[in-house]
């Protein structure tokens, strides 16, 4: 069974302090590591897809990385706007009977707070 | 629409009824999925959609949860004999094609009282 792990589950930093969140996964053949941003009281909003371990995406003042084991979501010099919960999820190569793989299995998030 | 659109955005219902969930994915996208998230947890899979049949149901809790998708557009979650567990955020995604990324709609909270 696919396995999501993020940590830590809180993070409180000060505007401008970097900082790493970090996604451990298993999964019986990774097709694709997803990360999402979540706003309260909103559906998740997708930031990257990361294929293959050594992977690098950047978007703004976040960067993910991929291993074959986790994932890593840079902060770099963050602002207050953002303050969001994380979500990674990961997508199998091949579903339960064979076919391709389709749905995203999350981990439980991590909630970021951006103090000015 | 450009979103994803959800409605109704919030449902109150009575214990035992029957309520349904309405989900207008992105037009072209011919993958949808609909999620359950509980307050504080990540997104759980319910259901995926390829077009107008169920690809994967293997999420659904039991026999109470059932969606369609019947012209291969909109979807409707439907569950019946509500349950006070049965409380939470629905989630619909769609996607271009099944192995692409998913973009979510804003959700719709239920809460059976």
């Known amino acids: 069974e696919d396995q999501v792990t993020q940590s830590p589950e809180a993070l409180r930093l000060q505007e401008g302090e970097s900082s790493s969140l970090n996604c451990s996964y298993t999964v019986s053949g990774l097709r694709g590591l997803f990360w999402y941003r979540q706003d309260p009281g909103k559906g998740p909003e997708f930031l990257f897809t990361?294929?293959?371990a050594g992977e690098e995406k950047e978007k703004e003042r976040l960067k993910a990385t991929l291993t074959k084991k986790e994932s890593f979501l840079h902060i770099t010099a963050p602002k207050p706007e953002d303050s969001a919960t994380y979500l990674c999820a990961v997508q199998p190569a091949r579903g339960p009977l064979g076919a391709a793989g389709n749905k995203l299995t999350f981990g439980g998030g991590t909630r970021v707070l951006v103090k000015p | 629409g450009a979103g994803v659109s959800q409605t109704p955005s919030n449902k109150v219902t009575e214990k035992g009824k029957y309520v349904e969930l309405r989900c207008d994915p992105i037009?072209?996208?011919?993958?949808l999925y609909w999620y359950r998230q509980s307050l504080g947890q990540g997104p759980e899979f319910l259901i995926y959609f390829q077009g107008t049949g169920a690809a994967d149901d293997s999420g659904l809790p039991n026999d109470r949860f059932f969606a369609v998708r019947p012209e291969g557009s909109v979807s409707t979650l439907k569950i019946q004999r509500t349950e006070r567990g049965d409380s939470a955020v629905y989630l619909c995604?769609?996607?271009?094609?099944?192995?692409?990324?998913?973009?979510f709609g804003q959700g719709t909270r239920l809460t059976v009282v």
């Open positions: 037009s072209g996208h011919t993958a």
């Open positions: 990361l294929y293959s």
């Open positions: 995604a769609s996607s271009i094609y099944r192995n692409t990324e998913a973009f």
